[in-house]
């Protein structure tokens, strides 16, 4: 028979796990901390008090974060929705290519379907490509059940208990109506790789490499050294909610507590598209985290869903990258030819 003393221990741990939840959210998704680490700290300590007290641990609790044990391997995991590749174009008549593609395929639509509400007119978004370890996470009842790799598409590698270790992937969802399947990308910002290899017996070569190693590591433990972070970008499988455009699902992602990158833009055609990649590709530098190019998407589902896909990839998206470093060399050296004019007169 449980104690009062009992159900007020276990009454106060889900206090406390709600209550760092909650600031770990305003502090890695938000980036706006709430409290200080001292007050952080003296939470984390009483949870971690409670539990050895009680000898119950939460399955959301954020002691679970740390790492465990060295894993024996990775378990298969098949995905609810296959997690396609994307079509690339390489220059600027390749994104000409593509949007003739897509604006031809709509009014093939529409012709052979008048007794249906006819496709918009493609509209677009820019994305960032962050350069990392692709996610799929999945959720069950607002539970994080499984995190895997992507692997072929089809069937990823589990990496559950490496995913826990970043702070910024929620545990739990606000929504529970259903399962879902969200994708994202695992990273390791520019200034934690510069801080981590100040004091590294071995450097880490660079970002991609570092995120990807660690959360393919079979010691949690060393996945949680890294300090990562993670991105979210998209819901594959969805029971129980549906989007009719792209910012519907990505407010989605934000009322659920993902961290989604500030960088969207959206374009009602392919000149602004053009346009913005210009932008994109000046500024790629700036960032805390790599890039390796840009993705443009339609924003309308049920066009997505008219549209499909080949054996391969979406129609209704395109991943930039030459393109993108193309824009990037020309917009530098356009800058150095004005820098040598300016300081050669």
Not at 2 to 12: L, Y
Request: glycine share 6%.
């Amino acid at each position: 028979m449980t104690t009062a003393k009992e159900t007020g221990q276990n009454a106060r741990m889900r206090e406390l796990v709600d209550l760092i939840a909650e600031h770990n959210y305003n502090y890695y998704t938000l980036d706006k901390p709430t409290i200080s680490d001292k007050q952080w700290d003296e939470l984390y300590d009483e949870l971690v008090k409670l539990e050895q007290e009680t000898g119950q641990i939460l399955p959301d609790s954020p002691t679970q974060r740390v790492g465990g044990d060295i894993l024996k391997g990775f378990e298969p995991h098949r995905h609810l929705a296959r997690l396609w590749s994307l079509d690339k174009a390489q220059d600027h008549e390749d994104l000409l290519a593509w949007n003739a593609r897509v604006t031809k395929a709509v009014a093939d639509y529409n012709t052979k379907n008048p007794d249906v509400a006819p496709l918009p007119n493609p509209s677009y978004v820019i994305e960032l490509k962050f350069d990392g370890l692709t996610l799929n996470l999945t959720y069950d009842g607002g539970n994080l059940v499984q995190a895997s790799t992507r692997g072929n598409g089809v069937v990823g590698e589990g990496i559950l208990a490496q995913v826990k270790t970043i702070r910024s992937i929620p545990l739990t969802i606000p929504f529970t109506d259903g399962l879902i399947e969200v994708q994202g990308e695992g990273i390791m910002n520019l200034s934690v790789l510069e801080a981590y290899n100040e004091t590294a017996a071995e450097p880490l070569k660079n970002a991609r490499n570092a995120a990807a190693g660690a959360l393919r590591n079979q010691n949690p433990r060393i996945t949680a050294e890294r300090k990562l972070n993670a991105f979210f970008y998209n819901v594959g499988y969805a029971d129980g909610v549906s989007f009719e455009n792209h910012e519907q699902m990505i407010q989605f992602l934000r009322d659920n507590r993902f961290k989604v990158n500030p960088y969207a833009v959206y374009c009602s055609t392919i000149e602004e598209v053009q346009a913005e990649l210009e932008r994109v590709a000046a500024g790629r530098s700036e960032h805390n985290f790599l890039i390796d190019g840009a993705v443009v998407k339609l924003t309308d589902m049920r066009t997505r869903e008219a549209l499909g896909y080949t054996d391969k990839f979406p129609r209704w998206a395109v991943v930039i990258y030459s393109y993108l470093t193309y824009v990037a060399y020309v917009v530098m050296c356009n800058y150095r030819a004005r820098f040598h004019y300016m300081y050669s007169k």
